[in-house]
Nanobody, 124 residues
Framework: QVQLVESGGGLVQAGGSLRLSCAASGSTDSRPTRGWFRQAPGKEREFVAAISWSDGWTHYTDPVKGRFTISRDNAKNTAYLQMDSLKPEDTAVYYC?????????????????WGQGTQVTVSS
C-alpha cells in the first residue's frame, strides 16, 4: 500500500505560479514512478507529468512543456510540480499518483495509488 497526500493548490491569476507537493508513505519502493494528472469539470483525467524515483527521468505532456517542472526529494519522499506561466485552461483538480516501474509513464492504467486531489484555479 502507498499513501499519497497532495498540497499546494489554490487560486492564482493567469501568468502566476503555484507549486504542488505530493508526500508519499508506505511501500513506495513497489511503485517508483510518480505522476501528476489533472481533471477539469466535464473532462477525463489526463496526464501532466511523471518522474522516476530511481534515476530521475521526467516526462511531460506537450501543453505544459516549458512551463511545468516535476522534481523529487528522495529524503522527504515527496514529489513536486512547479507550475509557472499558468493559463486559465490549467484549471483542474490535480492528482498525484504512484505507478509501476516499467509501465508507460503517461498511461493512467499504470498507476494504482492516488492522492485525494488538490484544486488549482487560474483566473483570466
Amino acid at each position: 500500500q502507498v499513501q499519497l497526500v497532495e498540497s499546494g493548490g489554490g487560486l492564482v491569476q493567469a501568468g502566476g505560479s503555484l507549486r504542488l507537493s505530493c508526500a508519499a508513505s508506505g511501500s513506495t519502493d513497489s511503485r517508483p514512478t510518480r505522476g501528476w494528472f489533472r481533471q477539469a469539470p466535464g473532462k477525463e483525467r489526463e496526464f501532466v507529468a511523471a518522474i522516476s524515483w530511481s534515476d530521475g527521468w521526467t516526462h511531460y505532456t506537450d501543453p505544459v512543456k516549458g512551463r511545468f517542472t516535476i522534481s523529487r526529494d528522495n529524503a522527504k519522499n515527496t514529489a513536486y510540480l512547479q507550475m509557472d506561466s499558468l493559463k486559465p485552461e490549467d484549471t483542474a483538480v490535480y492528482y498525484c499518483a504512484a505507478g509501476r516501474r516499467y509501465g508507460a509513464p503517461f498511461a493512467i492504467n499504470n498507476y494504482d495509488y492516488w492522492g485525494q486531489g488538490t484544486q488549482v484555479t487560474v483566473s483570466s
